[in-house]
């Protein structure tokens, strides 16, 4: 999955600053993976100005994101994968309950 961040040189220009595949896919289960995009570690997000900043996507992270961070990711099935969806209710102080139903 090719991935294209931007950011700002020292100047301040905006500007491309990875043009590449994505570093970091995991196979999940037969059929399916998963592909870490980008992450952050708090809110709001450090949004760094300069060519040198970290590429938050080349990390190692679970399922679940940095404490007060993000996690996006793109999760892939292939054709003809079985397919478990979760419904997450939203409940106060960001706490969900789970529901898992079997699809095909």
Do not use: Q, Y
Not at 22 to 37: D, F, H, M, Q, S
């Amino acid at each position: 999955m090719r991935r294209i961040v931007t950011g700002h040189d020292a100047n301040g220009r905006a500007k491309v600053l990875i043009d590449d595949a994505a570093p970091n896919v995991r196979p999940a289960r037969e059929g399916k993976t998963a592909t870490l995009i980008w992450c952050t570690d708090a809110m709001p997000a450090n949004i760094a100005i300069g060519e040198n900043v970290e590429d938050m996507g080349a990390r190692s992270l679970g399922t679940a994101p940095p404490a007060c961070g993000t996690r996006f990711a793109i999760n892939t099935t292939e054709p003809g994968a079985v397919v478990a969806f979760i419904v997450i209710d939203a409940v106060p102080l960001g706490i969900g309950t789970g529901t898992t139903l079997r699809g095909t």
